[in-house]
T-cell receptor, first 110, second 114 residues
């Protein structure tokens, strides 16, 4: 079952914050976040394992609510380089097999 | 040099033709994957392989087959291409060591079936 991401698209000005959500109908072992620039391969951002931990680096962080089967990606003080499509990938059993959401297109304008 | 390479990068073919997309990696990873990407649908898993002798179907394997020739090589074949197989195809690898794995994607192959 494909996880559902929201919103589908968001447009921000540089310096504004964004939140991207990922919801699953099934219990999750881990949630992975990737970013893809137009015409390029997806690049790994971070993984969150079950246990409800929050992770982050630079101004991008994420949380994982195991009970609600949801994860959120937070982009703080967005930069132009943050533009792209963000995907969450869910792993149900720790089997290293991901099911990706449909993606959220983030546009950052100057 | 890129760690995960795909050939060809672009391919236009006709309905009914058999084609092969190739993926090679120098990362030494055992696990390899084939995805297709369509606008608005995200990345969908076609096949995956956890080692040379282990091949598994993904979400959308119908119309596709794969071959794992070696640890470093994983090929995707379309036996008889059809227009709705027009998509961007990605190969990826991952390292099974530990829980916090990431998948490394190749640059993609853009396939058009006319």
């Amino acid at each position: 079952q494909q996880p559902v991401q929201s919103p589908q698209a968001v447009i921000l000005r540089e310096g504004e914050d964004a939140v991207i959500n990922c919801s699953s109908s099934k219990a999750l072992y881990s949630v992975h976040w990737y970013r893809q620039k137009h015409g390029e391969a997806p690049i790994f951002l971070m993984i969150l394992l079950k246990g409800g931990e929050q992770k982050g680096h630079d101004k991008i962080s994420a949380s994982f609510n195991e009970k609600k089967q949801q994860s959120s990606l937070y982009l703080t003080a967005s930069q132009l380089s943050y533009s792209g499509t963000y995907f969450c990938g869910t792993d149900l059993q720790g089997a290293q097999k991901l099911v990706f959401g449909q993606g959220t297109r983030l546009t950052i304008n100057p | 040099d890129a760690d995960v390479t795909q050939t060809p990068r672009n391919r236009i073919t006709k309905t009914g033709k058999r084609i092969m997309l190739e993926c090679s990696q120098t990362k030494g990873h055992d696990r390899m994957y084939w995805y297709r990407q369509d606008p608005g649908l995200g990345l969908r898993l076609i096949y995956y392989s956890f080692d040379v002798k282990d091949i598994n179907k993904g979400e959308i394997s119908d119309g596709y087959s794969v071959s794992r020739q070696a640890q470093a090589k994983f090929s995707l074949s379309l036996e008889s291409a059809i227009p709705n197989q027009t998509a961007l195809y990605f190969c990826a690898t991952s390292d099974p060591q530990g829980e916090a794995y990431e998948q490394y994607f190749g640059p993609g192959t853009r396939l058009t079936v006319t």
